[in-house]
């Protein structure tokens, strides 16, 4: 004990920091937070280092896609930026709502232990994805109207009759059966985890193609994929059985879209621990393990160790800022109200969705900060150390980590804890797009400035040469004209 206390008195020589005698968790982990918080004016984060290649095939790394509807576009032409054009090849994926059909598409890249042959068939899937995208041309193609009439009519007969759902999306389910393969998947796929919430209960949880389904059929799963996406009132919810002992599908609960509580799916990738937990991270999980608390689905394998993890998501983020600009053309020309019911839903509907990824980011960056002040601190303290006093140090602090209230799944390599994730989050700088407006002008338009964005990111954060032509090249801007949007159907 006596080690870890000259440690961190070494970092404070004011005396209102000087550790008492007592040997208490508390103080210690008292101790471990405020020298991290000291030494952090002292250490430079890692993400922001000059690295030779930021994508390197030895670290392995996850991404993530928040969702966004047909702002998906512009997650497609910053993913097609990070894998072929910066070759950076992912190892597994999770998405919530439009992000969960782009990583169940991706996740079908065959995997390989080469890493030359992985990223090459991740890479033929992003150019799939891209051509998916293109291929959109109206909103019809993934949902329409549920018989022909005004929107207004249907919004009556919610009023009046309590009508579950104002579109079909059948067109989606269809797209996906034909686009996604499912035996494939989890047989020659990379993992992958889709975020859907109980409308029964109000439970998220991820679901993966190998999970828990009923009679081992795995068509379940593509029902959780548009569960994913299912806006409640927009589309219909899927009813799917959340236990296999369940028959009757009147007791099967509804899965409506997981932005409704996570629209960016980073929660899995950091185990909440209450003190005294157990933090054998080395040992596969279910849905609850212990005190450290797990949102995945029976079967659904936990998070693959990773030291890098990729977010993208769909739009503007700024931390602190939680401001959400009116989209283009939604107010009165000359004035700053919009009077249309229609953008009024929608925009409600896109404010709602949007807080949910604002706190999920706020979270993501908070739990990575304070695995960054522990690392911080662990590497300040152990510096000088002799091997015997290492040993004694690493003792106490495996004791003290039994009550830090977070890990990640970058495992410190011979330790009992994590370290923080080399993060990389893409975001736009505005938004180009409602939720449910897709036009060909407008899928362009995205995913010409998604490429821009990731390439963005990669030069701040991983200081990596600029590649914008590439950029314009892959992905030309439309002309003007087109870039207007087609609305809802009427």
């Known amino acids: ?117 992985s990223l090459e068939n991740l890479a033929r899937r992003s150019e799939d994805l891209i051509d998916l995208w293109n291929g959109i041309k109206k909103p019809k193609q993934i949902y329409r109207k549920r018989w022909p009439g005004w929107t207004w009519a249907l919004l009556a007969r919610l009023g009046l009759f309590g009508m579950q759902n104002l579109y079909s999306f059948d067109p ?44 081992n059929d795995r068509s379940w799963f593509l029902l959780h994929v548009l569960g994913s996406a299912s806006i409640p009132v927009i589309s219909r919810m899927p009813q799917i059985p959340d236990t296999s002992s369940v028959s009757d599908p009147k007791l099967w609960p509804q899965f409506s879209d997981g932005g409704i509580r996570h629209n960016t799916p980073i929660t899995s990738y950091f185990r909440r621990c209450l003190p005294g937990a157990s933090r054998d991270l080395t040992l596969a999980t279910q849905s609850v393990l212990g005190a450290c608390t797990e949102l995945l689905w029976g079967g659904t394998p936990s998070p693959l160790p990773a030291q890098q993890l990729f977010v993208i998501v769909t739009a503007p983020y700024t931390a602190g800022q939680e401001t959400y600009p009116v989209p283009s053309g939604m107010a009165q020309p000359g004035t700053r109200q919009v009077t249309d019911g229609r953008k009024i839903l929608f925009r409600t509907l896109d ?75 893409v975001a736009p700088d505005r938004v180009y797009t409602a939720t449910l407006d897709v036009s060909p002008g407008t899928i362009a338009e995205q995913l010409h400035y998604g490429c821009i964005a990731a390439d963005s990111m990669m030069q701040k954060t991983f200081a990596m040469v600029a590649m914008t032509e590439k950029c314009s090249q892959r992905f030309p801007l439309p002309p003007a004209k087109t870039a207007k949007s087609d609305r809802a159907p009427k």
């Open 1 to 117: 004990m006596a080690v870890l206390q000259s440690a961190a008195l070494g970092l404070c020589q004011d005396t209102a920091c000087q550790l008492t005698e007592e040997d208490s968790l508390n103080a210690r982990a008292a101790s471990i937070l405020f020298a991290g918080i000291m030494t952090s004016t002292l250490c430079v984060s890692s993400t922001g280092a000059q690295q030779p290649e930021a994508c390197d095939p030895a670290k392995k790394r996850a991404l993530v896609l928040s969702g966004g509807g047909f702002k998906g576009a512009f997650q497609a032409g910053a993913v097609y930026h990070l894998i072929v054009h910066r070759r950076c090849d992912f190892q597994e994926f999770a998405g919530v709502s439009a992000g969960s059909l782009s990583a169940v598409f991706l996740a079908q890249a065959e995997k390989s232990e080469t890493p030359e042959a």
């Open 172 to 215: 989606l389910l269809q797209l996906m059966k034909e686009k996604i393969d499912l035996d494939a998947l989890a047989e020659r796929g990379r993992p992958v985890r889709v975020g859907s919430v109980s409308f029964w209960d109000g439970t998220y949880r991820e679901f993966g193609p190998t999970a828990n389904y009923p009679n």
């Open 351 to 425: 404010m709602i969705l949007e807080g949910a990824y604002r706190g999920d980011l706020n979270l993501l960056l908070a739990a990575n900060d304070l695995l960054h002040w522990r690392q911080r601190y662990y590497v300040a303290s152990t510096a000088y150390l002799s091997p015997e006093k290492l040993a004694e140090f690493d003792r106490d602090f495996a004791e003290v980590n039994r009550e830090f209230p977070v890990e990640s799944y970058n495992l410190a390599p011979g330790k009992s804890w994590s370290l923080p994730y080399e993060l990389g989050l």
